[in-house]
């Protein structure tokens, strides 16, 4: 399958700090990407997605940013809050049905 | 409106045995994917279904299988099973699957599966 790692599994920040989470993807193709946020005990929720023809995006807080060259994708969230708290995965697609998802990076948030 | 419901949530059953699990999606979605999350290989993709058709498979055994009912809901089954198995399975439906956030995945909250 696919080879889509996260550089650190775990990442501790004080509330009101930002938070950078980084992906690294493998396969060239990919040109849909997304990340997902896992709490305790749920599915993963969608937070934002970029296609390869973009190489930032925003949203409310977050944005995700695309550097195809390295082939490596981060996410950034402003204002890390408590709720933040949870895993954050990043997810590759070179169809758009098919993804593949990294193991995940543990976000805590320090109160 | 009601979420990905996904049953049962947990299963408990031992080697060799099969199981099947059942995701009902949101309401006018026709995509289903369904997903195997473990701690160490994180979320692997099993297949997508797409109007009671399978449009794309993962790297996993025939002893996984599944299908999709013309409501759009789905089932995946897991025949001979093996300790290796035991995860969380989650699915995932969308509107009809694709590039935009339209149409996004949305999960249900999965099935617990532990094989003895």
């Known amino acids: 399958g696919e080879s889509v790692g996260l550089h650190l599994p775990t990442l501790s920040v004080q509330e009101g700090d930002n938070s950078i989470i980084n992906c690294a993807y493998s396969?060239?193709?990919?040109?849909?990407f997304i990340w997902y946020k896992q709490e305790s005990g749920k599915g993963p929720q969608f937070i934002i997605d970029i296609r390869s023809n973009m190489d930032k995006r925003q949203g409310q807080r977050v944005t995700v940013l695309l550097n195809k060259t390295v082939k490596h994708l981060s996410l950034q969230i402003a204002a890390t809050q408590p709720g933040d708290s949870a895993v954050y995965f990043c997810?590759?697609?070179?169809?758009?049905?098919?993804?593949?998802f990294g193991t995940g990076t543990s976000l805590t948030v320090i109160p | 409106k009601a979420g990905v419901t996904q049953t049962p949530r947990y299963l408990i059953k031992t080697r060799g045995q099969q199981v099947t699990l059942s995701c009902s999606p949101i309401?006018?979605?026709?995509?289903v994917s369904w997903y195997q999350q473990t701690p160490g290989q994180g979320l692997q993709f099993l297949f997508e279904?797409?109007?009671?058709?399978?449009?794309n498979k993962g790297n996993f055994p025939g002893r996984f299988s599944g299908r999709q009912f013309s409501n759009s809901r789905s089932e995946m089954n897991v025949s001979t099973l093996e300790l290796g198995d035991s995860a969380l399975y989650l699915c995932a439906t969308a509107w009809t699957g694709g590039y935009s956030s339209y149409n996004e995945q949305f999960f249900g909250p999965g099935t617990r599966l532990t094989v003895l």
């Open positions: 997810a590759e697609s070179p169809t758009g049905n098919q993804f593949y």
């Open positions: 396969n060239s193709a990919s040109d849909y």
């Open positions: 279904y797409f109007s009671e058709t399978q449009r």
């Open positions: 309401s006018g979605h026709r995509s």
